[in-house]
C-alpha cells in the first residue's frame, strides 16, 4: 500500500475525501524497521501516529524480570500511537517490529493543525477512537471473565479470517508464547489446549498458521 491508497484503506480516515486524504499523505514521512527494532518506547513522548504500509508489529508491556503481555500485534492497513494525538501523556506501550515492516508517519503537530483546519479529520479520529475503546472493554472483560480456554478461544476467532474455501484462517505466524502473552497465560498451558483442539479436529496447525475447521466448544 503506498501514500493514499493506504490512508483510504485505514478505517480510522474512512469516509474522507479524497481532499483530505491527499493533504494529510503530503505531510507525512516514510520509515522502515527491522526485524526486532523498537519502534515506542512505554514512556517515550507521544509524538506522532503510525500507519502500517507493510509487515508487523506488537503492542505490549513488560516488567523488569522479562515478562510481557502483548496487547495487539497490527498489520497492514492498521495504526497504533493515536492517543499521542489526544493528550500530553508519554506513550503507554512499547511497539516492536515482528518483521520488517514500513510505517507512514504523522507528527502530533502536523495531525493537530489538519484537525483544526479540517474537523472532519477529528470526526473520523473520535469514530475509530471509541471503537477502540470498546474492543478494550470486550477484552479486559475477557481477562476476568473467562478462563484460559475461553480466552484462547476468543482470541482465535477476534484473529480468524474467513478463507475462499471456507474456513477461518489466522495468517499471522504466531508462537504459543505470542498467544500467551496475549492472554496473560502460560506458554504449556497454552501449548496444551491447542494439542487437544487439534486432536479434536477443531484446528489445524501448519508452519504456525492456524485453521479453524469446525466451530470451538464454548468450554473445555
Known amino acids: 500500500m503506498r501514500g493514499r491508497n493506504l490512508l483510504k484503506n485505514i478505517p480510522i ?28 518506547n ?35 492497513g492498521e495504526y ?13 506501550a512499547s511497539v516492536a517490529a515482528l518483521e520488517t515492516c514500513k510505517v507512514m508517519i504523522i507528527s502530533k503537530t502536523m495531525l493537530r493543525a489538519a484537525l483544526l483546519e479540517r474537523p472532519q ?3 473520523a479520529l473520535l469514530k475509530r477512537l471509541a471503537a477502540r475503546i470498546r474492543a478494550l472493554t470486550e477484552n479486559v472483560g475477557a481477562l476476568a471473565l473467562l478462563d484460559v480456554f475461553g480466552r484462547l478461544v476468543a482470541m ?31 506458554r504449556e498451558m497454552v501449548g ?3 494439542q487437544d483442539l ?18 470451538i466448544p464454548s468450554s473445555w
Not at 25 to 30: G, L, M
Open 156 to 186: 482465535l476467532y477476534s484473529l480468524a479470517k474467513p478463507a475462499e474455501n471456507g474456513p477461518q484462517v489466522i495468517d499471522q505466524k504466531l508462537t504459543q508464547q505470542d498467544l500467551a502473552s496475549r492472554i496473560g497465560a502460560s
Open 42 to 76: 512505554k514512556g517515550d513522548e507521544g509524538s506522532s501516529l503510525y500507519l502500517i504500509q507493510s509487515g508487523s508489529v506488537k503492542a505490549y508491556l513488560s516488567d523488569d524480570k522479562g515478562k510481557e503481555v502483548v496487547l495487539s500485534s497490527p498489520g497492514p
Open 192 to 194: 496444551r489446549i491447542l
Open 121 to 123: 479529520i477529528a470526526a
Open 198 to 215: 487439534v486432536k479434536g479436529g477443531y484446528i489445524e496447525i501448519d508452519q504456525k498458521r492456524i485453521v479453524i475447521k469446525k466451530k
Open 80 to 92: 497504533f500511537g493515536e492517543l499521542a494525538l489526544f493528550d500530553e501523556a508519554p506513550r503507554s
Open 13 to 40: 480516515f474512512e469516509g474522507l475525501s479524497n481532499d483530505d486524504i491527499g493533504y494529510l499523505t503530503e505531510r507525512a514521512a516514510t520509515r522502515t524497521y527491522p526485524k526486532g527494532a523498537i519502534i515506542v
